[in-house]
């Protein structure tokens, strides 16, 4: 039979006018299962673009859902300084070292007289536990009394204050008032 062009010129199928052709490759294929290699390449090039694109997506969110983080476990602890006084009947600080980026709750759990601080929960370091967050904030100590009321006086700051938790491009505040409650969160 002649062949031409890659191409084979078989008998007609019965009850058909013409010849069929029928491409080599195809014939040689027939019994073989699996990929090209050139199949393959193509889809792991689409696979490294799409991770490509996704990566630097999915870090910046990472980076905004820990400053967002950071921001919720320093309402909670401020509310657990006020919940500690009102606990032990004695003063409760929340103490801030915003330049190590850590914050904690200390209350007075000695008898009448003794003083015992105690460090209540974990302090809480924000460059080490929410992946280089960064706090800023004027304060350094605020207080409640045995009634968990804010105030200032000594050691204690006024609670009108401003604390913000920085990573990448985003920022989350955390504005407080003189009462000693959260006034707004963004």
């Known amino acids: 039979m002649p062949v031409f062009a890659n191409f084979e010129v078989t008998s007609p199928v019965p009850g058909s006018r013409k010849a069929m052709r029928v491409p080599e490759s195809s014939r040689r294929r027939r019994g073989r299962t699996g990929f090209t290699a050139l199949e393959l390449v193509m889809v792991m090039l689409v696979i490294g673009l799409l991770l490509g694109l996704t990566v630097p997506i999915a870090s910046s969110l990472q980076g905004r859902f820990k400053a967002g983080s950071a921001r919720d476990v320093f309402i909670n602890t401020y509310a657990r300084t006020r919940?500690?006084?009102i606990q032990y009947?004695?003063?409760g600080r929340l103490h801030m070292k915003a330049t190590e980026g850590r914050f904690w709750v200390e209350v007075d759990t000695g008898v009448a007289g003794a003083v015992a601080t105690d460090t209540l929960g974990a302090v809480v370091d924000v460059r080490r536990d929410y992946g280089g967050v960064t706090m800023f904030t004027p304060r350094q100590v605020l207080c409640f009394d045995s009634r968990g009321?804010?105030?200032a006086g000594g050691a204690?700051?006024?609670?009108d204050a401003i604390i913000v938790f920085a990573?990448?491009?985003r920022a989350d505040t955390v504005q407080l008032s003189l009462g000693g409650t959260v006034v707004r969160r963004q």
């Open 83 to 85: 919940a500690a006084a």
């Open 167 to 169: 990573r990448m491009d």
């Open 149 to 151: 009321l804010a105030y």
């Open 89 to 91: 009947g004695r003063e």
């Open 156 to 159: 204690c700051e006024p609670h």
